[in-house]
């Protein structure tokens, strides 16, 4: 490869991003439009400044860098990922993406390269929906996904609504159209993400050239009971949430189990009121997550929830229950094209590629509904993510940007000079 990005320079930008966090100590805790959200977007910024980018921020609050091309009206090679994170979640999951395309805007100022298609290099926010629960949101709004209703709705855990949050960090939910990006703007989108799973650290593999993105059901459930003194209350008297809610969190448990392997069905956060020892669970909230590559799985189990929810009166009298949608997202095929490209730049410079599924959902499965996307991973050693421990080698991460670089140089035409 004749030109290579920085070791130095991308661990540099992935320890200074995993400073602004929430939760010092305990990993990196960075949720939208917070104080660590308004530092870490100052930095990547900075970042973007210092390559000459033009730089703007849309009316969800991405923020993009903009090179120019020999051909300024065309649409744009975006290159970019998510800089929220989960709670108590790692320095790479997100991040990774963004210095990627910060350190190939660098190399490109650097060497003067011009190609013909302008390049966006892209930040984006609420990936994870780690404080407001639905996910995808930045991508979502440039794909017309996000809805004034979801801004007014979702709240956090202390109340504040998406809207409100916005509000207070300059932005204005009124705006969110404004977002949108029309299909013929992009020419292509790329993202580099870490695997958050083991498949290429047991295979020795460089880089995961991402052909399915699996389909995700996201569902909230709310099992309403009623409250009473957990001495006085005899068993066959009460209308107890938590009892009621934890046959449906059993049954969705067995209906991912028979799925068979690919389909996956998670309920990863529940919350209990009044929430003491003394009193019978009165409500209890929870999150359902279903994920598969075939989507007729997704469906299978969203139905057989949604009837289990609908017949758990029946099972405990007393009890009332709601389900509401909260995400859906149906399994992506990502470019064939943009694949071939990914699989003869390695080839050519020596890099391991094999082609997978994704477990996890990505903004790049909603780029692929406005335009050719390019999704490829590096290693997660151990296979672990969405935890403090989460890690990938700078070399590993290395890799992936020379790769993602001379993919990214085809898409937008690029003339080596003589
Ligand atoms: O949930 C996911 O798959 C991603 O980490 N947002
Ligand atoms: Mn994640
Ligand atoms: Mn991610």
């Known amino acids: 490869m004749w030109f290579s990005s920085d070791r130095q320079r991308i661990q540099r930008d992935i320890e200074v991003l995993a400073q602004f966090t929430s939760s010092p100590g305990q990993g990196v805790t960075r949720f939208s439009f917070t104080a660590e959200d308004r530092a870490a977007r100052e930095y990547i910024k900075q970042q973007m400044a210092a390559s000459h980018l033009q730089i703007r921020e849309d009316a969800a609050g991405n923020v993009f860098g903009r090179r120019g091309g020999r051909r300024s009206d065309a649409p744009v090679v975006m290159i970019g990922?998510?800089?929220?994170?989960?709670?108590?979640?790692?320095?790479?999951?997100?991040?990774?993406?963004?210095?990627?395309g910060l350190e190939i805007a660098r190399i490109l100022d650097e060497n003067q390269f011009i190609t013909d298609y302008p390049f966006e290099f892209v930040a984006m926010i609420e990936e994870e929906g780690g404080r407001f629960g639905a996910g995808l949101f930045g991508s979502r709004a440039m794909a017309g996904k996000v809805f004034p209703t979801e801004l007014q709705n979702l709240r956090d855990q202390d109340g504040v609504s998406v809207a409100e949050a916005m509000r207070g960090f300059g932005l204005e939910p009124a705006n969110i159209t404004s977002a949108i990006r029309p299909a013929d703007q992009l020419k292509a989108f790329f993202e580099l993400h870490i695997e958050q799973g083991p498949i290429l650290e047991n295979a020795k593999t460089a880089v995961g050239l991402v052909e399915t993105v699996v389909g995700i059901d996201q569902w909230e459930i709310v099992v309403q009971g009623r409250p009473d003194h957990a001495g006085t209350t005899p068993m066959d008297m009460r209308a107890d949430a938590l009892v009621a809610a934890a046959d449906i969190v059993q049954d969705l448990y067995r209906l991912g189990k028979q799925a068979g392997a690919g389909t996956v069905a998670t309920v990863g956060k529940l919350q209990v009121w009044p929430g003491a020892g003394n009193i019978v669970p009165g409500t209890v909230v929870f999150s359902v997550d279903i994920r598969s590559a075939a989507a007729a799985k997704i469906q299978h189990i969203s139905e057989a929830l949604r009837a289990a929810v609908y017949d758990l009166p029946e099972r405990y009298p007393g009890v009332i229950t709601r389900i509401k949608p909260v995400l859906s997202v149906k399994?992506?095929?990502?470019?064939?094209?943009v694949l071939q490209i990914f699989e003869e730049e390695a080839r050519a410079c020596g890099i391991t590629t094999q082609r997978m599924v994704s477990g996890a959902g990505h903004d790049a499965m909603i780029m692929a509904e406005l335009t050719e996307v390019g999704l490829i991973f590096v290693p997660s050693r151990g296979g672990r993510s969405h935890c403090p421990e989460e890690w990938t080698d700078y070399?590993?991460?290395?890799k992936g940007i020379d790769l993602l670089l001379s993919a990214i140089l085809r898409m937008a035409e690029f003339r080596k000079p003589d």
């Open 395 to 398: 070399e590993q991460l290395q």
């Open 331 to 337: 399994p992506t095929a990502l470019s064939e094209t």
């Open 81 to 100: 990922s998510h800089f929220d994170s989960v709670k108590n979640g790692g320095a790479f999951d997100g991040p990774a993406g963004v210095v990627a």
